[in-house]
């Protein structure tokens, strides 16, 4: 099978965003109410240092030896006290408007991505480990929600604030706005500079988070193997390795976007005291009072809050631009192939033949596994499949089911072309048993009924009696509702008997075994194979087998090499001719 591999396509800062408009347009009015609010929280709070100044200004009369009218100031504080309450109500609002857009936006990327799975050829799960995809449903979701979250009223909140700043310092001196409006295109140059640099780097950041997440995966997943091997202290180094990598690109995208505040600040002081300088000279020639200077200072510095929320805003947006393209890279990828159109067949109405003809597979287009395979299956008939590792025989199975598509050539189902059917009408027509057992988190019940949820009890003991395992399910607290989970007291055998009864459960008229007794020992195998036997009676089967014992009563048996039938017929033909299968046979009973 192909390695896993990560992805990458370049993309820029704006496709990253671009991809989330159609997600935001249907909670447009929200949005707008919340901008709205925002706004109306900002402007409020233009008319505070006007206010200030009007109080500081009626307490300079204590100087002249006039009469300060408390009045004019308890109402001017009352005023200004109303307009940061509305404010405040304004943003807590917008904001709280705003974090149910994000969440129900969060919610709709990772419902897309659990029904992408879905519709994603199998062959895409060949080449991506598991934990990075995990990584774009948990880390790069979050991302976006809270990202977006805070950026999107504080985008236009700061720029009507900025505006708004500017127009009330216009109001009271165009001369030394004019010094402060020199601020702004350098404090834009400079976040124009670091942002073409430091976005590679964001997306470094993600990248390297969804490899390290990968490797966490399948690292634990195969703790004990690790242990077994004695390998701790190499998964150690290769865990050490991701890490570093991730601490070398976060560190590098913090770096370079925790330029921006202090640069601008740096630029917004320069015309503070540029302000402060001139103001002095106005107020000692006595051309501008003390309040003068106090309502523009304090606008300087409320100028430079929304320059730097611009800047900060700007660093966020990278990180969700980064974790945008790795979840839209794979709402992008290829999917199979719509079949809302294609016939389906009862499978209680199924007889059993299947024909393979001529089918030639790769899961490369260079590098082919099957050649020409033909073969014709009668309904109740038991095919063995046997053959030396790589040979074509779980591939012949996925082909089967449908799985991946052949290259050339078809199968067939009662005469029907599986690629007539839907995947789905072809699953149902199989009951699988696998090498690798997999029982879901949940009751016994739930996990032996998941081919069949109209099963009875009565149904489920039936094909735990039939593996014998009916007496074990009773001795465990509850029985059938017994929680199975990581910390349930299953063996790997007791599990393989589970999945053979789950298959009985699912009585469909086909059976597909990929060495389904591997995990028990020699006496419950011969149980079982009985039990498998009355199972299979009339139903068509499908059998890959590397233990040879297990499948002496095949009415045929294929023998694969290379992607070849180079042999076929029962366990004694193929025995008497001395070929390849008696050389398989007896080099596993050489002993005996």
């Not at 997600?23 to 200030?52: C, D, E, M, N």
């Not at 977006?148 to 985008?155: A, E, G, M, R, W």
């Not at 033949?353 to 597979?361: H, L």
């Not at 699953?427 to 029982?439: K, N, P, R």
Request: hydrophobic letters at 40%.
């Amino acid at each position: 099978m192909p390695r896993f591999q990560m992805s990458s396509k370049p993309k820029n800062f704006q496709q990253g965003l671009s991809k989330l408009i159609p997600y935001l347009k249907p909670y447009l009015p929200i949005i707008v109410i919340a901008i709205i609010l925002s706004i109306t929280g900002a402007l409020g709070s233009l008319f505070g240092p006007r206010l200030l100044g009007d109080i500081t200004k009626e307490c300079q009369k204590v100087v002249s030896g006039q009469a300060i009218d408390f009045d004019f100031i308890k109402d001017t504080a009352i005023k200004l006290i109303c307009i940061y309450l509305v404010s405040a109500i304004g943003s807590y609002t917008a904001s709280f408007l705003l974090t149910g857009v994000t969440q129900k936006i969060s919610y709709k990327l990772r419902h897309n991505i659990s029904a992408k799975i879905n519709r994603v050829p199998l062959k895409y799960f060949d080449r991506t480990a598991y934990g990075d995809l995990l990584s774009r449903v948990t880390n790069d979701v979050d991302n976006i929600s809270q990202n977006l979250n805070q950026s999107i009223v504080n985008t236009f909140s700061s720029v009507i604030l900025l505006i708004g700043v500017f127009v009330m310092m216009f109001t009271i001196s165009w001369q030394m706005t004019l010094i402060c409006v020199i601020s702004i295109p350098l404090s834009l140059l400079s976040l124009i500079i670091i942002v073409k640099n430091s976005q590679k780097f964001f997306k470094a950041q993600q990248s390297s988070l969804g490899k390290l997440n990968a490797h966490i995966e399948e690292a634990y997943g195969g703790h004990q193997i690790i242990i077994a091997y004695h390998q701790e202290e190499n998964n150690y180094e290769a865990f050490k390795k991701y890490n570093e990598d991730l601490k070398s690109s976060a560190w590098k995208s913090q770096f370079a976007s925790g330029l921006m505040m202090p640069l601008m600040g740096f630029i917004g002081n320069l015309s503070y005291i540029s302000i402060c300088f001139l103001g002095g000279i106005l107020v000692v020639s006595g051309l501008a009072g003390v309040e003068f200077i106090q309502m523009f200072i304090q606008y300087s510095r409320m100028a430079n809050n929304p320059l730097q929320t611009i800047g900060q805003i700007v660093n966020i947006l990278q990180s969700c631009a980064a974790a945008s393209e790795r979840v839209f890279e794979f709402l992008e990828e290829e999917e199979l192939a719509c079949e809302e159109v294609k016939s389906s067949v009862n499978k209680n109405e199924v007889q059993g033949y299947v024909d393979f003809d001529d089918v030639n597979f790769g899961y490369y287009p260079d590098k082919q596994i099957i050649f020409n395979f033909s073969c014709h299956v009668k309904p109740g008939m038991k095919v063995a499949i046997v053959g030396p590792t790589g040979a074509g025989k779980t591939t012949l199975v996925n082909l089967l089911m449908r799985f991946y598509e052949v290259n050339s050539g078809s199968i067939k189902i009662d005469n029907i072309l599986t690629t007539d059917l839907s995947r789905e009408n072809v699953a149902s027509l199989f009951g699988m048993v696998l090498q690798d057992t997999w029982l879901f988190e949940g009751t016994l019940r739930d996990n032996l009924k998941f081919g069949n949820k109209n099963a009875t009890d009565e149904d489920i003991y039936k094909a735990l009696s039939a593996c014998h395992i009916d007496h074990f399910v009773n001795s465990l607290p509850g029985g059938l509702d017994y929680i199975v989970d990581e910390t349930a007291n299953i063996s790997a055998g007791q599990k393989q008997l589970l999945t053979i009864a789950r298959a009985m459960v699912e009585n469909s008229p086909m059976l597909i075994l990929d060495e389904a007794t591997s995990s028990v020992d020699t006496r419950t195998e011969e149980l079982i194979q009985i039990a498998m036997d009355n199972l299979m009676k009339s139903r068509t089967s499908f059998v890959i087998a590397h233990r040879l014992s297990t499948i002496k009563n095949a009415d045929i048996i294929l023998v694969l090499k290379d992607g070849n039938i180079i042999e076929q017929g029962n366990h004694q033909e193929l025995l008497a001719k001395r070929g390849f299968y008696a050389d398989l046979y007896n080099s596993q009973f050489a002993n005996e």
